[in-house]
């Protein structure tokens, strides 16, 4: 029965029965009816399209909801040991289809809405995609959760909810501008706010020693001010298993005790400002991808995610009667990046302080629980926090943390006596230029295990990065390869292409992606290759569409489609991608080469700027301009287009990578950790061209060098170079090509004959070149040439294009996963 008396939480009938509503067209109109109705408040016949989608949004949550609530009731009830992913970035991407995937949904919803008279399609495109990180290590976030809920391991995610994600990027005259992605206001169907289950978090203050009732004194902290912390969740399917996993984003909140007193006060405004004051900890998300910037804010940000994200896990994961001592037995956090270490200090201080517990005991226990990943090696991104902002917004954090180091450093010296400069270089406190805690070696002391995201980033991390803990801490370090979702990335993304692939190999490979490997005999199926190389061009023309509508861009139809998709860094050398288009468009444009020995290519660009980050935007705007003047002139016309549509994100992503032939990773050797778009257009079929560097290098190693356009210095070159003393300008004295390629830049060609607006960064590449961009430019060139040459053969490279899909089933981030499990977090299979 289901009368009131029976429905308490203990009752089994508390929960819906797990089958959830009946998965028929009839049963899904009339659930999506009921929610246009009851929850819009509208007929269908005078609903908006956003009222329809919204309806549409909550009939695939109701579907969902009783395997989510029945997970989180068994995730409790079994107590088995979990992963806490605390990651300050997850860039989801729209989730409509992916939960109507991973629900077995997508047929009924779609004769549903057509039973309707609505076309799905027009509903999904409603959806603005929660942008709420910067690049890959957002999306790597949003690829783990997705693995962990397919694998079922109990996992939850944990993160900041942000108002405003990832700014909106357009183009004015070429030039970035942004603006701010409002993405709630139409409504967030796929997040439930529990404000009940709100924290509360401490900043500044002061730290007090006191006598507790043994007469043992201890230090506590008294925060000068609070924030509220109120969750939000969201639902993170399993593909197909009936899993659902919890990702909780939080969001800031005025104290209302805090803002009492002053109001009580009489100072209105002042409790106003106050108010505005702490919501602003969650407010927009650091538009900085690879550099963080040491804003007092980002720390906020960081503390109040990671200090309610603990809490949370201790108040409501643990049964009541939890043993401390044994938390390591039931949770590993797992630090993305830097960015969460801040918890490091926390648990300690929640440990010790708040729980009585020994010092040398919840070290001990803290060692344990946690492990770093690590997703850079350039030095300026690695985080630092002044000793003086830290100690002011949380001073008893960094008491906490001198004493780490302290023992640390004590641990060091017994080891390797009194070397003064190893323990300089291997201190958590900095003290040039000022004095600073280096999150980095916090993390890599308190951390079990410490990884790189692919095998040549871990081993340079080892090497170069952190050689003296590499030393003092045998077997702390190791690699996980990074990894994407085929869900999103092959499935949902490119439909054609996972229908052949079912078709030749059966089921089961979007959940088991070294299967893949069946498709290195079909590669020489000429049936087989006419029927892929058709895919790849229904998705070049599905791409078109979407440029079309999206941009009013066309694109030329029959070009090899070339792709440079990611953040705009120096590292990644988009200036090396410029200087090989200016080559081609100026060998033709002179007539010193023919347009027909050039194999018609069109140029794709996405790339967001950090907005304070002058000399990326310059290249935006350089970019920009170049396809203006070379998209208008008639002497390569029908030979070469520049595309560059603003506002890249994960949902353009999806559109682009699929339609690709050629993929560009040409970072200079050492500076890309890892990369994950290279992996997500291998799979697609696009033939990479390459350095030696980041997951190149296994890409690589596992499609064949036949197959992998590379070029470029390696990395100890690149470090021969650099001791040798590098001078650009000799590059650009003895080549010619590079020379007439930056001449026509520095002439004002793109910019109506100005010779200032590009100057800077012409004088850049000739003066400083910090990322080698011209001692690469003959070896790059010289790899197109052999890309030109490669195209011309379409049937070897549909061959080649098969091969590099078949052999890059080791990319999928459930592979990652597993390497976490078997190498770090050694959590038992699922539940
Ligand atoms: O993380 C990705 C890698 O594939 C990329 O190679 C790497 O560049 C990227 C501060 C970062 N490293 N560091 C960041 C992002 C935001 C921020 O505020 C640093 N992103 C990466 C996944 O492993």
């Known amino acids: 029965s289901t009368d009131s008396t029976s429905l308490r939480a203990t009752h089994p009938l508390a929960i819906a029965p797990v089958t959830g509503p009946p998965s028929s067209v009839d049963g899904f109109v009339r659930e999506f009816l009921n929610n246009l109705n009851y929850e819009q408040g509208v007929a269908l016949s005078s609903s908006s399209p956003n009222d329809r989608y919204l309806a549409l949004a909550y009939t695939v949550r109701d579907y969902l909801m009783a395997r989510w609530l029945e997970d989180q009731r068994r995730q409790f009830e079994v ?43 027009e509903l999904r495109q ?196 939890f043993d401390l001592t044994k938390l390591p037995e039931r949770v590993i956090f797992q630090l993305n990046d830097t960015h969460p270490v801040i918890a490091v200090p926390e648990l300690m201080r929640v440990l010790v302080d708040e729980k009585g517990m020994e010092w040398d005991a919840a070290w001990a226990i803290t060692q344990q629980c946690f492990a770093y990943t690590c997703h850079t090696l350039l030095p300026e991104a690695l985080e630092v926090w002044s000793v003086d902002l830290l100690g002011r917004l949380l001073p008893r954090h960094l008491e906490i943390i001198y004493r780490i180091n302290d023992e640390f450093l004590a641990a060091v010296r017994e080891r390797f006596g ?178 027909s020995d050039v194999q018609p290519r069109t140029f794709i660009f996405g790339a967001k700027a950090a907005p304070g980050y002058v000399m990326a935007k310059r290249i935006i705007h350089l970019i920009n301009a170049v396809g203006s003047v070379v998209n208008a002139d008639p002497r390569v016309e029908g030979r070469l287009q520049v595309l560059f549509p603003p506002n890249y994100n994960v949902t353009l992503a999806e559109r682009v990578i699929p339609a690709a032939d050629l993929s560009e990773q040409i970072s200079l050797a050492g500076k890309e950790a890892s990369g994950t778009g290279n992996m997500k257009f291998a799979l697609s079929g696009a033939l990479t061209i390459g350095t030696d560097d980041g997951a190149n290098v296994e890409i690589r190693q596992l499609v064949g060098d036949d197959n992998f356009f590379l070029f470029g210095m390696t990395e100890p070159e690149v470090e021969a170079l650099w001791a040798a003393g590098y001078k650009p300008s000799e590059f650009y004295q003895s080549d010619e090509g590079l020379r007439w390629a930056i001449d026509l830049i520095a002439s004002g060609a793109f910019s109506g004959g100005d010779r200032s607006t590009f100057e800077p960064v012409v004088s850049n590449l000739l003066y400083d070149d910090r990322f080698m961009v011209l001692a690469d430019y003959a070896s790059y060139i010289q790899a197109q040439a052999e890309v030109d040459a490669a195209y011309a053969d379409q049937d070897a490279w549909t061959r080649s294009s098969i091969l590099n899909v078949a052999r890059s089933g080791f990319f999928s981030s459930d592979r990652s996963i597993r390497d976490y499990i078997d190498r770090i977090w050694h959590t038992p299979p699922s539940l």
């Open 418 to 595: 009194d070397d003064e400069m190893r323990i300089r270089n291997m201190s958590i406190i900095a003290d040039f230029p000022e004095r600073s805690v280096r999150m980095a070696f916090l993390a890599t002391v308190a951390g079990a295990k410490v990884n790189g995201v692919a095998e040549l980033h871990s081993q340079l991390l080892r090497e170069k990065v952190l050689p003296d803990f590499d030393e003092f801490y045998p077997g702390k370090f190791t690699n996980v390869t990074n990894g994407v979702t085929p869900r999103r990335f092959v499935r949902l993304a490119n439909p054609g292409l996972a229908s052949l692939i079912t078709e030749a190999l059966g089921a089961g490979w979007t959940v088991d992606l070294e299967r893949l490997r069946g498709l290195e005999a079909f590669a020489e199926d000429p049936e087989f290759r006419a029927k892929f190389a058709e895919v790849k061009a229904a998705n070049k023309r599905r791409l078109s569409e979407v440029l079309r509508v999206r941009d009013g861009l066309e694109v030329s139809d029959g070009h090899m489609l070339d792709v440079m998709v990611k953040r705009l860094h120096e590292y990644k050398r988009q200036m090396l991608k410029v200087l090989h288009i200016v080559t081609l468009y100026e060998g033709i444009a002179s007539g010193r080469v023919a347009a």
């Open 79 to 121: 107590q088995a040991k979990g992963v806490c992913y605390l990651s300050a970035e997850y860039l989801l991407g729209r989730q409509l289809d992916n939960n109507l995937l991973a629900a077995r949904l997508t047929d009924i919803a779609t004769e549903a809405m057509a039973a309707c008279g609505i076309d799905i399609d």
């Open 126 to 321: 409603l959806e603005v995609e929660p942008g709420l990180g910067n690049g890959g290590l957002g999306r790597l976030a949003a690829c783990f959760i997705d693995s962990l809920a397919t694998m079922s391991v109990p996992s939850t995610g944990y993160g900041l909810r942000y108002e405003y994600g990832i700014f909106r990027q357009t183009f004015v005259d070429g030039e970035q501008i942004e603006q701010p992605d409002a993405w709630l206001t139409l409504g967030s169907p796929w997040e439930f706010p529990h404000p009940e289950a709100a924290q509360t978090i401490g900043f500044g203050g002061h730290t007090e020693k006191y006598n507790d009732d043994d007469g043992v004194t201890r230090s506590r902290w008294v925060p000068g001010w609070t924030v509220q912390a109120v969750p939000y969740n969201y639902m993170v399917p399993g593909y197909h298993n009936g899993r659902v996993n919890t990702l909780r984003l939080w969001s800031a909140v005025a104290s209302s005790a805090f803002d009492l007193r002053i109001f009580n006060a009489g100072d209105y405004a002042e409790a106003v400002r106050a108010q505005t004051f702490a919501e602003n900890i969650s407010k927009v998300l650091y538009p900085e991808d690879s550099t963080p910037q040491g804003k007092e804010l980002r720390l906020q940000q960081q503390y109040f995610f990671v200090a309610a994200s603990i809490h949370d896990f201790l108040e409501h994961s643990l049964s009541a009667d």
